[in-house]
Structures are given as C-alpha cells and as structure tokens.
C-alpha cells in the first residue's frame, strides 16, 4: 500500500492513496483525513486504506486522478516527534573519518538513536530557503 500526503490548504494536508505504479491515486477522505489520524487507529483503518488501494490498482477507484508528486506534502507534517535508530556504525564511522574526527569506541556497543522534531519537514519536491542571521 502507498500513501501520501496531498496539500489541501491545511497544515495536515489531506490522506491519499498512490496507486502501485504511481500514476493515479484516490482521497482517502471518506476513511481517515490525515495520515496521522490512521495512524491513531492503524488496525481499524488501515484493512479499509487497504481495500481502496486494491480498488484503485485494479481501476475500480471512484474519483481517482494522476498522481503528481509535486502535489504532495512531508507524510506527517505535524508529526508530534521522531525518533531514528537507523544509524549504522560503519556509516557513523565512514561519515567521521570524512570530517577528521575520532569514532568513539561506545558507539560500537551502545545503540545510536536521535529525536528530532517535525517543524522542518517539507514536501518531497519542495523547496527550502535556509535563513541566515546576521
């Protein structure tokens, strides 16, 4: 199943869901407004956006239109905090030795996580302008 986000005007944008070849998709509107309100209910919701995702492959969709990636939003603009332990120590070490700096031995051992928060999410095609204090 493929899911975005469609920009709709609001801060939450509005749920879609991407056909397989990521060519159409369908508003989701009539199962969960945003991805963030299927996630709060992911084992109701997601067996009905699972459904609508057969649909739209299968070209059964009610009101399907061409998918633009420029269209669409960050999945979760408003996201209430993230949280990635994804950082591998070979890449950690490779990324260090590029900036000249040591690699701590505890990284080896102990796990690497960082938390961050969602006021600098952006779309996937959009642009962001840097601000610069002087």
Known sequence: MKLATL?????????IV??????????ADGIARSLQRALDDW??????LDELYRQLNDGKA???FDFEP??????LPRAYQWADGSAYVNHVELVRKARNAEMPA?????PLMYQGGSD???GPCD???LKHEE
């Open 7 to 15: 920009k709709d005007g609001t801060r939450d944008g509005q749920l």
């Open 18 to 27: 991407v056909s397989r070849d990521l060519k159409s998709a369908v508003v």
């Open 43 to 48: 084992s109701f919701i997601s067996p009905q």
């Open 62 to 64: 009610r009101r399907s």
């Open 70 to 75: 420029k269209e669409c939003m960050a999945p």
């Open 106 to 110: 505890s990284f080896w051992e102990d």
């Open 120 to 122: 600098d999410f952006i």
């Open 127 to 129: 642009d962001i302008e």
